[in-house]
């Protein structure tokens, strides 16, 4: 028997929670100030795929905005909850980690911006269908001593476009979770996504996305065109 086999997400969590401008030069290439305190947001699960499965860029946006229309890739460090975690301490909150993955933020910059200047969320830029790849496995906390000193990198087409590591996080994995439990709880199989570093930029159908992250791996995925 012969054929491809295919990796389905890694992980399905119940809530995806996510950073905004978590590296500096994020920030300053969005023109936006650099956080004091964790920008935070939520992920739909719905928009999970997993490995080589396709992104599909959405009709309406090309409909809407036509040339103008933007859909970017974010690559991002995910933090996964091993156990219920409210109200928790920074210097203890490595031990509510379960492991890391890779994930793809994509987003709707169209409507992003949209949402922004009406001061509104920025939930449905963010959470479209097939907006969240995540993958291609999952590495357990005891893997990686240190998840605060990894390479992290997006291609499009082989080329780079985003190039950084963790050990520029403005918030480190500790503050995140402190400042997260403080509002809720997480639950194990929860997700935090990271933040992006700067580079994002669009991405077209036909566009191949290679996110990596070291000691965790590749996860890539095409983006397609919408069917009709």
């Not at 890739?73 to 920074?90: M, N, P």
């Not at 009406?118 to 906390?141: A, E, H, M, N, Y």
Request: aromatic share 8%.
């Amino acid at each position: 028997m012969t054929g491809k086999v295919k990796l389905l997400p890694p992980i399905l969590p119940g809530k995806i929670i996510a950073l905004g401008r978590n590296f500096a030069k994020h920030a300053k290439e969005q023109n936006a100030p650099v956080p004091v305190e964790p920008i935070i947001f939520e992920k739909a699960a719905s928009s999970i795929i997993g490995h080589d499965s396709p992104v599909v860029y959405p009709s309406f946006m090309v409909k809407e905005f036509k040339n103008e229309a933007r859909v970017d890739h974010e690559v991002e460090l995910a933090v996964i909850i091993g156990k219920k975690a409210s109200k928790v301490k920074a210097k203890d909150a490595m031990k509510y980690v379960f492991g890391y993955t890779i994930i793809n933020d994509v987003s709707a910059r169209n409507i992003q911006e949209i949402d922004f200047k009406k001061t509104q969320p920025w939930f449905r830029s963010k959470c479209i269908d097939t907006f969240c790849p995540i993958g291609p496995l999952v590495v357990t906390k005891d893997e990686i001593k240190n998840p605060h000193n990894l390479n992290v990198e997006l291609r499009v087409n082989g080329k780079i476009r985003q190039s950084d590591s963790t050990k520029n996080f403005i918030f480190k994995i500790p503050e995140m979770i402190e400042y997260i439990t403080k509002y809720l709880t997480l639950l194990p199989g929860d997700v935090i996504s990271t933040g992006t570093p700067d580079g994002i930029s669009p991405v077209f159908p036909g566009d191949v996305m290679e996110a990596e992250i070291e000691k965790i791996g590749v996860l890539r995925n095409k983006v397609v065109k919408e069917k009709y």
